[in-house]
């Protein structure tokens, strides 16, 4: 059975107030039947240095990515993670994290692919938690194990790959440069870069030891709204109206692509644009930056120039044989 809603004030202005939970709601209700609470850091290490008591780790890089296919886990892998963590299909699910929620969204949405039902935002994460000075436990806890089922993972709903990001820049050139079309049959599209401004105009050094890409820039036709725009200094989200205006470009499409270097921010992104927002057609391309820039041929725009477009590869440095 689904754990209640949370009634703050505060969360009662977004579209969907029910995917929220604030670290006083979530303190008396630890150790509920049918409640998980999972911990999804940019830095696992964390966990160790003190969690929620009750939190479970799931540890972003090894555990929800294919360690071959540098995508994310089958549906076998999702049912057996679930179970070893002790999460049932019909547990309310509680993720929070450091770094404003980032990797803690990427979570939300990985659970979302498989379908599960009740899965919420602790809001503000781990900075929330411990500015609260709220009770933190080293202890890691061993549930029993579940019979989770396999559900096969939905990469339509929530998700994008690079072949759908080329039909929406197609799309853009063909409509004009706001994605609007004279064809009312014709949906609306806006793709979002929610990188910091440096990394979306390609101000990158080659250098850069955070780079991790040949080529710098944004892919053509996006738009930069930067993900940390929708948080505050604490981590916590701002007001309904900050957030509508953060995101006003993206909000006038009928269907919106996020993006960032790995996918995380842009699931965050995904997150407020969806269920903060209410905007019911939103996609993350996680591939992201990270594939995009490595990618031969790529189309990537570097500054504000629409000419300024590379189409090809090219390499700087040395060839290592």
């Known amino acids: 059975m689904p754990a209640s809603f949370d009634p703050q004030p505060q969360f009662q202005n977004y579209a969907h107030p029910e995917r929220l939970v604030s670290a006083s ?29 009750g939190a479970v780790r799931i540890d972003w890089r090894r555990e929800l990515n294919d360690p071959l296919s ?6 076998e892998s999702f049912a057996a993670l679930m179970s070893a963590k002790g999460i049932n299909r019909d547990d309310t699910v509680v993720v929070y994290g450091d770094k ?19 899965v919420r935002l602790l809001d503000g994460g781990r900075d929330a938690w411990m500015a609260e000075e709220r009770d933190t436990s080293f202890v890691v806890p061993d549930y029993p194990p579940t019979q989770y089922p396999v559900v096969e993972r939905d990469d339509v709903t929530n998700r994008a790959f690079v072949a759908d990001v ?20 014709n949906d609306t599209i806006a ?13 990158i050094p080659d250098n850069s030891p955070d780079s991790g890409v040949i080529r710098h820039g944004h892919i053509p036709s996006a738009i930069n709204i930067c993900w940390e725009n929708s948080v ?40 407020v644009l ?17 594939e995009w820039g490595n990618m031969i041929r790529m189309p990537v725009r570097k500054g504000s120039d629409p000419d300024n477009v590379e189409m090809s590869l090219s390499w700087t440095g040395t060839h290592m044989l």
């Open 166 to 185: 080329l039909a929406g820049i197609t799309k853009l050139s063909k409509n004009g440069a706001e994605g609007q079309s004279s064809d009312p049959s």
């Open 70 to 75: 540098r995508d994310l886990l089958t549906a």
């Open 25 to 53: 709601w979530l303190s008396a209700r630890l150790g509920t039947p049918g409640l998980r609470v999972v911990e999804s850091d940019a830095d696992p290490l964390q966990y160790d240095i003190g969690h929620i008591p």
């Open 232 to 271: 505050l200094v604490n981590a916590r989200f701002r007001s309904v109206s900050d957030l509508k205006a953060a995101f006003a470009p993206a909000l006038k499409a009928e269907k919106v692509f996020v993006y960032c270097y790995q996918g995380h921010q842009a699931a965050h992104a995904w997150f």
């Open 274 to 290: 969806k269920y903060l927002l209410g905007h019911n057609n939103v996609v993350n391309y996680d591939g992201s930056w990270a």
């Open 100 to 118: 404003a929620n980032s990797w803690a969204a990427f979570t939300i949405w990985v659970f979302e692919l498989f379908g599960h039902q009740d």
């Open 191 to 203: 793709i979002v870069d929610v990188r910091n401004g440096k990394e979306y105009m390609g101000d």
